[in-house]
């Protein structure tokens, strides 16, 4: 690594005094929240439409849950698998879970059964925390086929009373003879167990991949790992005292976790959550709570900016608004700000690296690339090394593409027992990302795409990201993605999925003319389908997997 031409970081001139300053954690978010509980026990810690939970509320609820697991026979180091939306449960159930010494699987709420049974089954959970309709409507039946022997059932209408139709669209279920009641553990007063704080070097998560690319690996995302970056975010964000932050991400995702949870714990500011994103619900909430800070996919900001209610003054109090987990438009960028204020600035991350390990520091804007219109994620942190390697693993030159490596306090030790796909994608502890990017001699990291959705047009590569970003400068394209499907004549063919802005109109030989004028005549698609939407994971991303199946299902 001594002789590597980006050992000298080059990233680190992009940055600040206080983003640059080390950071070494030494303990864990269950500190973090004993601290603030002690030094500002009735500050909002939680705030859930019309309720709040101070930090001395939040501390004393999660000892309770600790005592109630642990009372159920939960040993140290067992797992909990948590499968909630964004609510005060989701929060109290994570602290409960490590204050008792266990690991934490946060589950995809959109998951069905049979991938909640893989999950359940690989982690070889011992505990399931969950919503009551959840667990009655199908969990009851897959976890009896798991290690799970102790189950806490939550209804996510508790610690509010406003009953918002707009998403909280569901009535209270009698309490299930074979389930605790979450709310009522909380409220029981257990003490936490004694002994069982984490440790940095604990697992904290196994947090699960999306799966964009076939089965969930669970990434083992120690406390260390979650404290450097919530540390990381606390550091560089340039908030003010007692930040105020809007969860836009889903919890139980890795940017949630770390880049509103962690960080929000860590500042001891406060969470605002409203159960998922609705638009409409996203903005009021913007409105009567005045955050500062939000990370969400570049889908939510145009969710957001499409809906009819949407004004300048709902960005108003944003001091930074982090984008992360889907590629941001440039066009999207300085539409935002155009309409709104805000700058949007990109981050890159992974579920891997514990979330981010580069972002744009709040005081720089991100340039784009002049020959590709990619916009750069950012740069990377001080105490990471990012390179850029070829197929065979050697450094690539400043400028040329190649696959990004991460080595960094963020990067997790492996994967949960698959030694063989730990080997290979973290070998010596360095992360393979399996994203072709390039890193310009300023220290920029720029994600061109990721390896596999590379396209071949005979013989020509065309990377989906640049026709994507072309597309969203088209004024009716709300979403865009870009797939190769067969062609019996140049191999792969470029197709393009849009769904459109909200009345808004474009035919598909419009939106192939409007790139085959900005675009070499390999790279624009030849084939076009407008959908009302595109399918996406809970976090955001848009599935390109999905329409690939679908293209295939339909020959």
């Known amino acids: 690594m001594s002789g590597s031409r980006y050992a000298a970081k080059p990233w680190l001139a992009l940055l600040d005094d206080a983003q640059r300053g080390p950071v070494e954690p030494d303990d864990s978010l269950v500190h973090a929240l004993r601290r603030a509980a002690a030094e500002a026990p009735e500050r909002a810690f939680l705030a859930y439409f019309d309720g709040r939970l101070t930090y001395r509320e939040a501390d004393e609820l999660s000892d309770s849950v600790a005592g109630r697991l642990a009372a159920r026979g939960l040993e140290r180091g067992d797992r909990v698998a948590v499968l909630l939306q964004n609510s005060p449960h989701f929060v109290l159930a994570v602290l409960g879970a490590w204050k008792a010494g266990a690991t934490v699987v946060p589950v995809n709420p959109m998951y069905k059964s049979g991938e909640v049974a893989h999950v359940l089954r690989d982690a070889e959970a011992t505990a399931l925390i969950c919503s009551d309709r959840a667990w009655e409507s199908y969990l009851r039946q897959t976890a009896a086929d798991s290690?799970?022997?102790?189950?806490l059932t939550g209804c996510e209408?508790?610690?509010?009373?406003?009953?918002?139709?707009?998403?909280?669209t569901f009535e209270r279920l009698p309490q299930a003879p074979d389930a605790d009641d979450l709310t009522a553990a909380a409220r029981a007063g257990h003490p936490a167990p004694e002994g069982r704080d984490p440790a940095p070097a604990d697992l904290a998560l196994i947090s699960y991949t999306s799966g964009t690319s076939g089965t969930p690996k669970g990434a083992t995302n120690t406390h260390a790992n979650i404290m450097y970056n919530a540390e990381r975010q606390r550091t560089g964000l340039r908030l003010p005292e007692a930040p105020v932050y809007y969860a836009l991400a889903p919890l139980f995702h890795i940017t949630g976790m770390v880049c509103q949870l962690g960080a929000c714990l860590n500042s001891a500011g406060t969470l605002v959550l409203t159960y998922r994103f609705e638009a409409g619900v996203v903005l009021d909430a913007f409105a009567e709570h005045r955050p500062h800070y939000t990370v969400g996919p570049?889908?939510?900001?145009?969710?957001?900016?499409?809906?009819?209610?949407?004004?300048?003054?709902?960005?108003?109090?944003?001091v930074n608004i982090s984008s992360g987990g889907a590629p941001l438009p440039p066009a999207l960028v300085e539409k935002f700000r155009a309409d709104f204020g805000p700058y949007i600035r990109n981050g890159y991350g992974l579920t891997e690296c514990t979330a981010p390990c580069a972002s744009v520091p709040p005081h720089r804007e991100a340039p784009v690339d002049p020959a590709s219109g990619t916009l750069a994620v950012g740069a990377p942190g001080p105490d990471t090394i990012v390179r850029i390697v070829d197929d065979a693993g050697a450094e690539v030159p400043f400028g040329?593409?190649?696959?990004?490596?991460?080595?960094?306090?963020?990067?997790?030790?492996?994967?949960?027992?698959?030694?063989?796909?730990?080997?290979?994608?973290?070998?010596?502890?360095?992360?393979?990302?399996?994203?072709?990017?390039?890193?310009?001699?300023?220290?920029?990291l720029y994600v061109v795409d990721r390896k596999k959705d590379m396209i071949n047009a005979s013989g020509f590569k065309v990377w989906p990201r640049e026709v994507e970003d072309v597309l969203y400068t088209h004024p009716a394209v709300?979403?865009?993605?870009?797939?190769?499907?067969?062609?019996?004549?140049?191999?792969?063919?470029?197709?393009?999925?849009?769904?459109?802005?909200?009345?808004?109109?474009?035919?598909p030989d419009e939106l192939a003319v409007y790139c085959k004028e900005r675009l070499a005549a390999y790279k624009y698609p030849r084939q076009v389908e407008i959908l009302p939407d595109l399918p996406k994971t809970a976090s955001g991303k848009i599935l390109r997997r999905e329409l690939r199946s679908r293209t295939h299902d339909s020959q």
């Open 400 to 444: 040329e593409q190649g696959e990004i490596v991460v080595r960094g306090p963020q990067v997790v030790p492996g994967y949960w027992r698959r030694p063989d796909a730990t080997a290979e994608t973290f070998p010596d502890g360095e992360l393979r990302t399996g994203d072709i990017g390039f890193l310009d001699e300023q220290g920029w």
């Open 147 to 151: 290690p799970v022997r102790i189950v």
């Open 478 to 507: 709300r979403e865009a993605a870009v797939v190769g499907v067969p062609d019996g004549y140049r191999g792969e063919t470029v197709k393009a999925y849009i769904s459109l802005r909200p009345g808004a109109g474009a035919d």
């Open 157 to 168: 209408l508790d610690f509010q009373t406003r009953q918002d139709a707009r998403v909280l």
């Open 298 to 318: 570049s889908t939510a900001f145009m969710a957001l900016a499409a809906h009819p209610a949407v004004t300048r003054d709902h960005f108003s109090s944003f």
